[in-house]
């Protein structure tokens, strides 16, 4: 990840008041690969279980890097030390939001806070300049990165805020301090690093502690909306906008705007673009594709095939891949997915071992078939294509089916 400084001059004014350092040269960016690093960039040197950003020091040098900061020391005199990367990261940005005088939404949620997140932003721009996280830059250095590169001047940053782990929300929170904090939905979900739905509970609404305004939509429900669109929304999106527009119609009124109007929203309806793998409706070759393959979990998934039902007049086909993080009832979660397709899809096609569990109730469906590789299972589904089908794909990041849907979108 690599992100341009808009505000550089604030950003080197902030920074140096860490370090007893001479700063001689411009930051111009920030990034955490060396392999990108673009002339007068900071790297930052990130240390995982299976990698160190400090064995690629002198290769950011070498590509251009002004500066290096680490948590391991170094004999460079550009390189920054500091003992914890993750405590300086916060108290940098704390110091850095002191220059911006506008208004923060922070996000989180099992489900839909990306959708929201960029719903949200869509219903404000047209009146306020508004900055956005990019894409699921949702982590505890990937938000600090977005937030740099944001300008002073907007009106509104609206943050994205992940957690795979306790303790992730309550430390992107406690750094953003929100005006409004936004809880999607709550729901099983990264459990391996959790360990139960009761502590996944608990991390999510510690946003809500450190919020001025809160929303916690696992508890509340947004105002209904009559929404008329000539494609078939599923019940997820129509949520999520009801969400955004409850949560960007209290902002606007918090500035003294008037209220969004009915134009307003079927106007964001037209123009808004879901974000890629969260459910957008492919035409393609006569064929509809459902592509939801940036993640899952068995609330998603279900949500999912709740969607896919609602094409009464098509074939419906069903690629699902594994539901990673689960924990140790996995195997239970994709056996009730298989059973839970029933009657809502006529073709299952399964990839992963823990998706092969949904094979289970296979005598329901006119096919079922489970597929060891997303390979061989594109090139059956191509196969089986037939003119007005609709395909959903779903399945967790990791099992990459995107490949799929790309391959299906370059296909002539």
């Known amino acids: 990840m ?25 930051i111009k960016g920030i990034s955490i690969d060396s392999r990108n ?14 990698f160190d ?51 923060i939404v ?82 099983a979900a990264h459990l391996d690093g959790f360990g139960s739905i009761e502590k996944i509970k608990k991390e ?33 999106f129509i949520k999520n906008l009801e969400i955004a527009y409850h949560v960007a119609n209290d902002i606007i009124k918090d500035f003294n705007f008037s209220s969004l109007t009915t134009k307003s929203l079927q106007d964001c309806l037209e123009n808004f673009v879901m974000p890629k793998g969260r459910g957008a409706v492919l035409s393609l070759n006569k064929v509809k594709i459902i592509d939801d393959s940036y993640n899952a979990n068995p609330q998603s998934v279900k949500a999912a095939l709740d969607h896919l039902s609602l094409y009464k007049k098509n074939r419906k ?13 996995e195997d239970s979660f994709h056996k ?7 009657g809502k899809t006529d073709i299952l096609l399964t990839v992963g071992k823990l998706a092969k569990k949904a094979q289970s109730n296979s005598k329901n469906f006119s096919l079922s078939l489970h597929f060891n590789d997303n390979f061989t299972l594109l090139e059956k589904l191509k196969e089986l294509l037939l003119d ?14 995107d490949y799929i849907v790309n391959d299906l979108k370059n296909a002539k």
């Not at 008041?17 to 001689?24: E, I, L, P, S, V």
């Open 388 to 401: 007005g089908d609709t395909v959903l794909i779903k399945g967790s990041r990791s099992m990459n089916l």
């Open 204 to 236: 999510k609404k510690s946003l809500l502690t450190f919020s001025k305004k809160k929303y916690n939509f696992d508890k509340i429900q947004p105002k209904k909306l009559k929404i008329a669109s000539k494609q078939i929304k599923s019940d997820v």
């Open 106 to 187: 922070g996000i989180t949620g099992s489900n839909g806070k990306t959708t929201s997140k960029d719903l949200i932003t869509h219903l404000l721009r047209s009146n306020f300049t508004v900055e956005k996280t990019l894409g699921n830059y949702n982590t505890s250095i990937s938000v600090p990165l977005s937030i740099f590169s944001f300008s002073l001047e907007s009106d509104i940053y609206v943050l994205e805020l992940g957690a795979n782990k306790v303790g992730d929300i309550e430390y992107l929170s406690s750094m953003i301090m929100p005006d409004y904090g936004v809880i999607t939905s709550i729901a």
């Open 317 to 329: 086909l069903f690629v699902f891949g594994d539901m990673k993080e689960l924990g140790k009832n």
């Open 53 to 103: 950003g400090n064995d690629f020091i002198d290769q950011a040098y070498k590509n251009g890097a002004s500066f290096t900061l680490s948590s391991s020391k170094n004999e460079r005199n550009n390189h920054l030390f500091v003992e914890n990367l993750n405590v300086f990261i916060k108290e940098l940005i704390v110091k850095w939001l002191k220059g911006f005088n506008g208004k």
């Open 37 to 50: 690093i673009k002339k007068n960039d900071l790297f930052i040197a990130l240390k995982g279980e299976k």
């Open 2 to 26: 690599r992100i341009e400084l808009k505000e550089q001059n604030y950003f080197l004014k902030v920074i140096k008041t860490f370090f007893d350092k001479n700063f001689d040269k411009p």
């Open 336 to 342: 009730q997915i298989g059973e839970y397709a029933a």
